[in-house]
């Protein structure tokens, strides 16, 4: 669960049980003696603290909810972004209802064409929110050739937004013919990535401050926050502590050589592993 989402949703609890503890003791202070027992302060702590944990711990089962697509409809998820606007009607110039980010799921339960010649699907976003989205803004595991369109939309990404848009279909086509080719590309750009973060990890940090602070070097580098975004796609960054550098793990690399053995992918992946033992000797 990504900790931003956890974090909102935990304030709001936090807010509704200050609310429920004040209606708590508001009822313990006036309510009959003879209708509602007298609770010392030991109770309504204890009780308090009861209510408390019983909201955060339903913190995650709730949030996880977010993550699904709603029920009634075919699953799809968004991909491109720039065009991932919600409208009341199947037309590019209807009303805006809301933005939806990368990621996001929705349930597909319709398909229009615009005047334009635009297709839009009717999507339900949440079970009360619902309007017409962009179809090229999605792909849907179910739907032939959504697999090949997110590919060319991946090898015409850069940077990070490779890396997103290739977790993406790793997660949707599990059984896709394509995957060797985005597991290569996922991996190369995550190698790539941290060619990068290590540049900026070493600007940023300051080795006096380091000494100071009298924890492993290794470790300051390791929870740099500029790795964040990446582990959250799944992608584990390995410090070596010799040239002070970041290196992708190579899991995607070893996933081809291990399930698509005999695929063009596997001879690749092979040579990225054999340079990145060679490189920790």
Known sequence: ???????????????????AASLFQTLARNSPAARVPRLTGGRVATALLLLGLSLIVSAPAQARKKHRPPAGGRAAVVVDERLAALRDAPELSANLLQRLGRGRFV??????????????????????????????????????????????LIRGSE???????????????????????VLLLFGDTSEEAAAKLTRE???RLDAREMEAGGAPQASYFLNFNGLDRYRRQGVVFVFDRATKQFHYDGAGWREIVRRYPQSS?????????????????
């Open 1 to 19: 669960m990504p900790q931003a989402h956890f974090v909102v949703h935990v304030s709001g609890l936090f807010r509704q049980f200050i609310s």
């Open 107 to 152: 349930a597909v339960t319709g398909e229009r064409g615009s005047r334009d010649g635009v297709t839009f699907y009717r999507v339900a976003v949440t079970r009360r929110t619902a309007g017409w989205l962009q179809s090229d803004a999605v792909v849907r595991p179910s739907r032939a050739g959504d697999d090949e369109r997110l590919l060319r």
């Open 265 to 281: 992918e596997a001879a690749e992946a092979r040579k990225r592993l054999a340079g990145a033992t060679a490189a920790a000797r």
């Open 159 to 181: 940077e990070f937004d490779r890396v997103s848009r290739a977790r993406i279909f790793l997660d949707a086509f599990p059984r896709s013919p394509l995957r060797p080719a």
């Open 201 to 203: 990890a070493q600007r």
